[in-house]
């Protein structure tokens, strides 16, 4: 008689876009489609096409559909909360929907939900100073849960977070918290390579902007990179070592991806570089002047070690291969700014 046998359901929000985009492809490629059903969350009917044709359930939705995401995250095994990280009432219905699964089953599912490394911003009031001036800036290590569940409640995304560190309190969800810092990187699959970042990209439109590239008072605050596919690939691990109950979880379950170090001002010269070689500023070289505030101006620096401990390395480059993508970071802003024409 053949035994019939469930796979595990997860459940994807941001399958579209750049992290997630790339954490599914990632998946389709390593055969995850044999041992799991995966359904993403897409708000476009184009996109959930795509998704069908590759074998994933579209769920037709906004993160504002409460009751959507309440429903397919109770259905689910595993959820990767992708999209957004200040998105605290699609956060919440996504622990309702777990904690139902839970109370239902008996089993508890797995919730990786991505933060950013924006809430480890230090307290130099994003100016623009070197870490070494600073007195409050620290190198985070994500083994470190003490220093992790001190943050204050005012620092950016922490709101969000909260409840995830209350859904696991409550033992029902096993919760893992990703906190990325600036990710670069051509993502991968349909979905995601071509879809842009965040801090880089947007520093080559504000350059654009104002017809300037610059920097946060001296340029000599740092912040830390990871290669997409290298934060892709740390998901995999978690997921994989979270089904097995041997991956830190809960108020111990934060894994900062982190390969290497870089100051805001080199970006800003690389980005004068470029835009200077294709003609569209006056100078190749970057000056000060840019806004203060923790997204440009404050210090990032952290460790992986939980991941490390999960076999995590990674391959894809860092601060040189990110001052080289820079150029392809003005490819896509260029595109995008020339579809709004
Ligand atoms: N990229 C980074 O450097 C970085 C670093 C740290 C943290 N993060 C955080 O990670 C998250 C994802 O970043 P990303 O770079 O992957 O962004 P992204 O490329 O803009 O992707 C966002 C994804 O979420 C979906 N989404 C957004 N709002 C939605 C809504 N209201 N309803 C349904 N779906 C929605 C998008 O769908 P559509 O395809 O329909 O737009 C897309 O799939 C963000 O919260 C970001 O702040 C990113």
Known sequence: MNKITTKPVIFITGGTGYIGGTFLQLM??????NRFTISALVRRRDDA???R?????????????LEIIRRESAKADIV????????RESAIAIIQGLTKHSKETGKRPILIHTSGAGVLSDNSKGIGVAPEDD????IWDDTDFEAHTSIPMHAPHRFVDLEIFAAAKTGLVKTYLVVPPTVFGQGLGHFAEQRMSIQVPRLVYH????RRAMYVGKGENQWT???VVDLAELYLLILDAA????APEGLQGFYYPANEYFTWSAVAHRIAQVLHAKQLLATPVATTGLQSGWFWGSNVRMKCSNGVQLGWRPKNGGTQKMLADVEWDTTLMLRMLSMHK
């Open 207 to 210: 350059s654009l902007m104002q």
């Open 135 to 138: 007195p409050t800036a620290t």
């Open 49 to 51: 096409q795509r998704m």
């Open 53 to 65: 044709q590759l074998g994933i359930e579209p769920v037709i939705g906004t993160l504002d559909d």
């Open 225 to 227: 990179n990871v290669h």
């Open 28 to 33: 389709l490629m390593r055969d995850y489609l």
């Open 243 to 246: 089904l097995k109950d041997a």
């Open 80 to 87: 990767f909360n992708t999209a957004n990280c200040d998105h």
